[in-house]
């Protein structure tokens, strides 16, 4: 018989782990698009907090962490692209 800390490092593996960095992902994501929601709320008019907001929502992070998001919760979805 394994020992209790055996087990432990069992129960995390490779797709555990990558499950977390998904999730910590979105999470991070999440957390700087709230920051962005307050700055709107409070200077909505500001020039430099508009930018700030479309370049977080147009930036290669904001994107993947929407299609992470999406594979998480739905599965694998095929999102539509702005390119096309």
């Known amino acids: 018989m394994g020992s209790q800390a055996d087990r432990r490092e069992d129960e995390i593996g490779p797709e ?4 977390l960095k998904d999730q910590s992902e979105v999470l991070g994501v999440y957390d700087e ?8 709320h409070e200077g909505l008019f500001n020039p430099s907090t508009k930018q700030r907001a479309l370049a977080f929502l147009q930036s290669h992070r904001y994107e993947s962490a929407a299609e992470t998001f999406q594979r998480i919760t739905t599965g694998p979805v095929d999102l539509p692209r702005g390119d096309v």
Request: proline share 0%; glycine share 16%.
């Open 16 to 19: 555990l782990l990558g499950q």
């Open 33 to 40: 698009g709230q920051d962005i929601a307050l700055d709107l």
